[in-house]
């Protein structure tokens, strides 16, 4: 069974701030993809990285995928309180064919301004 | 092009029933998947359906099923309702592989 540990759990900081949120496997997956999820709302797609080592930059957001492609992290710089919500990762498994996603489970950030 | 929908947005059922829930894609997706949300276990896969097929199952108890149409509007079923399955259910739709767009889910109240 694959498993994605998330960390941390909550992250509260002030607007202006840098943070990180990790996302770790001792599997490996063929992508990973970040989502973030507002209260009352599905989880939005933010990116999807596939390539070990492979870095996205998505305005104020940086996502890296490990060289093993077992872990993955999120930096936002400057943060903004528009950034508050659960971010999520999530694995695909490379031996299924299709669609079947394996979630982290979720870091909740808040962003005070 | 509209995303993807979910109905009922909300349900309330008592143990013992069974519940349908709706999910109609976004135009052009053929592969819709299913997943539980809860405070304790978080996103949990339930099953894919692609092209009316059943691709792929979570592991999940036989009272949940679920079936897609011609159209790739899909249901999920859960029968004899228990309390823990109590949850947000989410519907995704996609085109490709690894990349799902979401719905806002069914928030189920089992009491």
């Known amino acids: 069974t694959q498993l994605l540990e998330q960390s941390p759990q909550f992250l509260s900081i002030q607007e202006g701030e840098n943070l990180t949120v990790y996302c770790n496997s001792s599997s490996v997956f063929s992508s990973l993809q970040w989502y973030r999820q507002e209260p009352g709302e599905g989880p939005v797609l933010l990116v999807t990285v596939v390539t070990g080592g492979e870095v996205k930059k998505l305005k104020r957001l940086t996502f890296q995928f490990g060289d093993a492609r077992k872990d993955s992290s999120l930096h936002i710089t400057a943060a903004q309180p528009g950034d508050t919500g659960l971010y999520l990762c999530a694995g695909g498994d490379g031996k299924a064919a299709g669609n079947k996603l394996t979630f982290g489970g979720g870091t909740r950030v808040l962003v005070k301004p | ?111």
């Open chain 2, 1 to 111: 092009k509209a995303g993807v929908t979910q109905t009922p947005r909300y349900l309330i059922k008592t143990r013992g029933q069974q519940v349908t829930l709706s999910c109609s894609p976004i135009s052009g997706h053929r592969s819709v998947s299913w997943y539980q949300q809860t405070p304790g276990q978080g996103l949990q896969f339930l099953f894919e359906y692609f092209s009316e097929t059943q691709r792929n199952k979570g592991n999940f108890p036989g009272r949940f099923s679920g079936r897609q149409f011609s159209n790739s509007r899909s249901e999920m079923n859960v029968s004899t309702l228990e309390l823990g399955d109590s949850a947000l259910y989410l519907c995704a739709s996609s085109l490709s592989l690894n990349e799902q767009f979401f719905g806002p889910g069914t928030r189920l109240t089992v009491l």
